[in-house]
């Protein structure tokens, strides 16, 4: 069957609902849901059955939604998520308000989700929700971890584990008492900080990951957010994990940390720059394998220099990586080509030339190798000498990676 016709028979079956059926279409989560919302399958080949469904993303992408549909489907025991009604559940957040506040009455939790049967009952004063089958889920704060001793649980919700205050000690003291049932199993709702936990639960074989952006859940997210947020942090570290949802780790031997970089950062030119140059280092080979092909816009303003535009290529030949250059050259209307020549000697400048022979370009060469040459930048950087107009996001992950080689002998 054709797409289009199959499209039409849809509309022509939704047309055909009552009202009230349509209304239930619209409330049901299996259809509103986008795959990374949904539990993973019980096991997939090669791998253990799960233990733990990690959700990790961005503000705003739908985690808390993801966490309270969960729970309710296994209290009420919906069969597209559990095969009986998981009778013990805990709740587990930061502090007991964030449990509270967020997990149980907040916009997208458990008190808020469209009521397709009777409605779970609150009971601030017990720290519990109960539904009208008997199950019942448990509010605990990650605070005190001592609270999660003693009780037992068939599932567990745990709830922006990135900013648990005593996060292994919560974290552990939980998973004894998971022992319930005939599957016990734990979600966990968060966006990512780099902490041993989470470092821990990413790597287990038993856990399984979604991801989700803030991006994703644009249609339930106020435009102006997306604007004014999104449009701001968007490519930063801050804004790569808080949007994104990425896992963005310092090496503690690197020359760079996002953390001086971040301090680097401006978002606009403060004046018109004295010069500009783009400097192109062109790798040995287009071959698979071969370097990169650095291709970095930078110009001056008195003792300050500011990095404008990264147009790197992976992988290419001469004529790609000079006509990237060139493009990058013409658009910042830049004073000269500043091209590394160890790698090719007069064969970059002559693919440059033979595209746009006009085009004023300096040839250098370096005398020592690239290690040694990165630290003075690298102080540089410290000095408050360098600036990164807007976000870089390649080039910052390989300065954050970057070490200096031991010498040998």
Known sequence: MRRSQASGRIQGFLESLPPHLLLALQRDWLHL?????????????????????????????????????????LATGDPAFTGEPVGRIALVGETFADVRDVMIEGPSGLLALPARAARPRWSP??????????????????????????????????????????????????????????????????????????????????????RARTADNAPNLAPAFLAEVVGRYAGTRLGRQELDGELIEDRADALWTRDGLEAARVAALPEPLARIVVAVDPPASSRAGADACGIVAAGALGATAYVLADATLARATPQAWASAALALYHRLGADALVVEVNQGGEMAEAVIREIDPGVPVTAVRASRGKYLRAEPVSVLYAQGRVRHVGALPALEDEMCDFIVRPLTC
């Open 125 to 210: 004063s017990r720290r519990r929700v109960e539904w009208p089958n008997g199950a019942v889920a448990l509010a605990f704060s990650a605070e005190e971890p001592d609270s999660l001793r003693g009780p037992q649980f068939g599932a567990a919700w745990s709830d922006e584990v990135a900013k648990w205050r005593y996060a292994e000690a919560a974290y552990d003291m939980l998973q004894f008492g998971l022992r319930v049932g005939t599957r016990p199993r734990g979600l966990v709702t968060t966006t990512p900080r780099p902490i041993p936990l989470l470092r821990r639960l990413l790597s287990d074989p038993r856990t399984v990951v979604s």
């Open 33 to 73: 849901a986008r795959p990374d919302q949904l539990p993973p399958c019980e096991a997939a080949p090669g791998r253990p059955a799960w233990t733990t469904w990690a959700v990790i993303g961005g503000r705003g992408c739908g985690k808390t939604r993801t966490g309270a549909e969960w729970v309710s489907a």
